[in-house]
């Protein structure tokens, strides 16, 4: 054992004690200089349900691909999957895709790795798919990168690399280099292994930037003995000079912090929570630091419930607060969402970005009824990259801020649609180039309510209405209504797909008292990402109409409006698939 590896060992033991001692004196989530309260006592939490399935993992959505037959069915391409399939967006070649997971920017090259399972277009089964990307807009498809194996299928997790070699994993070669030509350490990729009776935590390394890795041999590095422990996140914090992992206790609606110098052996840090929305798993937590406008920083927690949100099954939510290193404190008990529809979940967090850039991407779906949706041979697609900072908003709090990244860049030459102003009752159009996606910018100002209109019905106000429609009556509408200052979404009028839980209107406030809005709206084949007041107020839903939605039409109801901006732009196609184009 060499010098190096010594003095490794000698400051596990004594981080390990160090952290015992602090986990003994700062449990329960009071700090070491707080008197214990005399009363009343402490309510008892709940106590999270012990049910364990008997065929597959312990989750709260159904996973029939795990149940016997499923890999025998065969799996048909029909035109639904080519006319539905994003060209900007990434979805998989086949089978059935949910989390993002190892996020991670190797210096080089992003990867997207990814919850798949290859074999059939239903959840189970759980491999790790795999994605790379110069840009995040252009994916290159990659071989399955961590299998199902005897152990359990390969639940979601993260990828960090490991530049110090601090696990001490990557032994040099006989030319002294560890990958790649370099010295040093490697990708390391830390995941969950998940059958019915166990979900442990599992490390893998890659010496080859991340196409193949290798299960650690002393695998778990982490188990509780619990069914429902899992996706952890890993980060490097270096204040305290150690890594720290963000892992939910799902059925608990618990967020664990645990701490490492060397991502093998872990000490409990802290619990955060029970939290936020009722719901019935937590899930995906993520741990970053995002700029605040205007100055300074704020430690941003996510964590994603199923089933259990205001819209309907999943959704994200997230806390604002401080993180030293132990334990998280929010700001306040104000939780947010990420999202005001219902087909954003899982948001995951890149790691290793230049200068600290928080980016995230989500899948784009809903547990309710992904496993249901009109494509055949493949299901799930990703929300596109998404630049996220803080803003303070109209009343003071801190809200997360999200933008799509380098977007841009794959815009062609716009479509004019010469608008300035649109009377009261009045309407305009354009044709738009079916199967392509589409990128709009609009910046609209509604006018005063006219004198003497009648109280109620349009007459109340002055609503501005973005409607994406086709010659067979389908109709997608984004609207303002000035005088709530609130926007809403409407899939209702499309026929392509019906669902119990697929729910078709949406709403958010942006600010009181304004007749002003800003928004950006993203149309891809079955996808829709709608951007509103300054990126705080985001829409993404799943969108299936019978037809190209081929016309754009604007629309203004109860009072004129004037249009300050209007930028249409068609966005080259990205990704290597059969699609409308």
């Not at 299960?215 to 890993?234: C, K, M, T, W």
């Not at 419930?305 to 993180?323: A, C, K, R």
């Not at 309710?368 to 697609?381: A, D, H, I, K």
């Not at 007459?459 to 209504?481: H, K, W």
């Amino acid at each position: 054992m060499t010098d190096d590896r010594f003095s490794r060992l000698s400051r596990r033991g004594a981080l390990s004690s160090l952290m015992a001692l602090g986990a003994a004196g700062m449990g329960g989530g009071a700090r070491a200089d707080t008197p214990a309260p005399s009363a009343p006592a402490a309510p008892t939490p709940p106590k999270a349900p012990d049910r364990q399935r008997k065929a597959e993992p312990n989750a709260s959505h159904p996973s029939p691909a795990d149940q016997p037959g499923v890999v025998s069915r065969p799996v048909v391409k029909t035109q639904s999957d080519i006319f539905y399939r994003p060209t900007i967006h990434f979805s998989p070649t086949s089978g059935f895709m949910n989390d993002p997971n190892g996020l991670i920017f190797d210096g080089t090259r992003y990867h997207l790795y990814y919850q798949y399972d290859p074999f059939a277009p239903y959840a189970g089964r759980v491999h790790w798919g795999h994605a790379t990307s110069s840009d995040m807009l252009h994916w290159q498809d990659q071989p399955v990168a961590i299998p199902e194996t005897k152990d359990g299928e390969a639940y979601t997790g993260c990828a960090v690399m490991d530049t110090a070699n601090a696990s001490g994993l990557f032994e040099p070669g006989p030319d002294g280099k560890v990958q790649d030509g370099r010295t040093g350490g490697g990708m390391v990729a830390i995941y969950t292994r998940a059958t019915p009776q166990r979900q442990a935590q599992y490390l893998a390394t890659s010496r080859d930037n991340g196409q193949t890795f290798t299960e650690y041999a002393h695998n778990p590095i982490l188990d509780i003995g619990s069914n429902s422990f899992r996706d952890p996140q890993v980060l490097f914090h270096k204040p305290t000079n150690q890594w720290v992992m963000v892992i939910a206790k799902s059925r608990l609606h618990q967020i664990a912090f645990y701490a490492s110098i060397d991502l093998i052996h872990w000490v409990h840090l802290s619990d955060f929570g029970p939290s936020g929305l009722f719901g019935v798993d937590y899930e995906c937590p993520n741990l970053i630091e995002i700029p605040l406008e205007g100055g300074g920083t704020r430690w941003v927690l996510f964590v994603s419930v199923n089933p259990g949100g205001p819209t309907g099954g999943s959704i994200t939510q997230y806390f604002v607060g401080t993180f030293d290193g132990t334990r998280f404190i929010p700001d306040d008990t104000v939780i947010g969402l990420t999202d005001f529809a219902k087909d954003a979940y899982a948001l995951q967090v890149y790691s290793g970005m230049p200068d600290g850039q928080a980016v995230s991407i989500a899948w784009f779906g809903n547990w309710q009824y992904c496993q249901e949706l009109p494509t055949q041979s493949w299901r799930g697609t990703m929300t596109l990259p998404r630049t996220m900072t803080l803003r303070r908003d109209f009343a003071g709090w801190i809200r997360l801020a999200q933008a799509p990244r380098g977007l841009e860049a794959l815009r062609g030459p716009a479509i004019p649609f010469p608008v300035t102003r649109l009377a009261a009752g009045s309407s305009t159009q354009v044709a738009l180039p079916p199967g392509t996606a589409l990128d709009l910018a609009m910046s609209v100002t509604v006018d005063e309510r006219p004198h003497g209109l009648p109280l109620g019905d349009k007459g109340r106000t002055g609503r501005f209405v973005i409607v994406f429609g086709n010659e067979q009556g389908e109709s997608l509408t984004i609207g303002f209504d000035a005088f709530s200052g609130q926007i809403w979404l409407d899939r209702n009028d499309l026929r392509g797909f019906k669902q119990p839980f697929f729910t078709g209107e949406f709403s958010t406030v942006l600010n009181p008292d304004d007749r002003h809005f800003e928004v950006r709206i993203v149309l891809d084949a079955c996808t829709l990402e709608i951007f509103a007041n300054g990126g705080l107020s985001v829409g993404t839903a799943l969108i299936y109409p019978v037809a190209p939605l081929d016309v754009l039409r604007l629309e203004a109801s109860g009072a004129a409006a004037t249009v300050e901006k209007l930028a249409l732009y068609p966005l080259q196609k990205a990704m290597d698939r059969e699609t409308a184009v």
